[in-house]
């Protein structure tokens, strides 16, 4: 936990999406909604300001290293990570060694409920580097981890 020059706590937190979750608003809305991710960010944008949160940054890609990379520079940056992995939470297992090799906590979310889809999707191979996943609950797992991680923060920092 970083503190400012004036002993506050300093809260920052990065919200990293994998593949295709770019496509949100047309991409099987029957599955995942017609919210946009740039209203989901906005969202939580403003939610975390709400908070006092100081910064929050917002990561998509559809590249594994880039996510890779992602967490492997939120050491010492970030005092949390909110990831909606896509489909790379059910194999890739160098995201799972990237989560595992830094020490800032993560939380794993998706918009859809995955234990209750195709067999493929019920397995995550990150969840047991994780805190801990919340899925099913559409825009709402990615505001429930926010607050997760604001409620974490604070009590870490009392
Ligand atoms: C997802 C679930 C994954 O299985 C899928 O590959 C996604 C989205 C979700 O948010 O529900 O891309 O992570």
Known sequence: MQSDTDGVNVKRILVLNGPNLNLLGTREPEIYGRITLDDINETLRVRAHEAGVDTIDFLQSNFEGALVEAIQNARGRYDFILLNAGALTH?????????????????????????????????SIIAPVVMGQICGFGVDSYIAALDIAIRRIQKDTK
């Open 91 to 123: 194999y890739s297992i160098a995201l799972r060694d990237a989560i595992a090799a830094v020490p800032v906590p993560v939380i794993e979310l998706h918009l859809s409920n995955i234990h209750r889809r195709e067999e493929f999707r019920r397995t």
